[in-house]
């Protein structure tokens, strides 16, 4: 039974930084994809940033040069680093992992089957 848990995010200033975790247990297989998604308010999930077991990574444009996805595979836990954030993050955050076969489509939300419950960030 595979289980994620968010934590970080809160409340934080325009121009600050905080960091997401996300612990994974019960994760068996060695080829995955795993992620940051958002869904703000009144709007559709979308991919934040992706990280791949073989270390690729991909940022949603919005992002760029501001987040860091990065995992401790010893640990199976996936973080987000946050930096420069701005009102328009302000979202619910959730992690999610696809195991990686032939034909997976990383940047598709709906083939992701591994959920967390999420984490608020909020910028003020």
């Known amino acids: 039974h595979v289980q994620l848990v968010e934590s970080g995010g809160g409340s934080v200033q325009a121009g600050g930084s905080t960091r997401l975790s996300c612990a994974i247990s019960g994760w068996t297989y060695s080829s995955y994809c795993m992620g940051w998604f958002r869904q703000a308010p009144g709007k559709e999930r979308e991919v934040v940033a992706l990280?791949?077991?073989?270390?690729?990574?991909n940022y949603a444009d919005s992002v760029k040069g501001r987040f860091t996805i990065s995992k401790d595979n010893a640990k199976i836990t996936l973080y987000l680093q946050m930096n420069d954030l701005k009102f328009e993050d302000t979202a619910m955050y959730y992690c999610a992992v696809q195991r990686l076969h032939p034909g997976v489509r990383w940047k598709v939300i709906g083939d992701y089957p591994h959920w967390g419950q999420g984490t608020q960030v909020t910028v003020s």
């Open positions: 990280v791949g077991s073989d270390g690729r990574t």
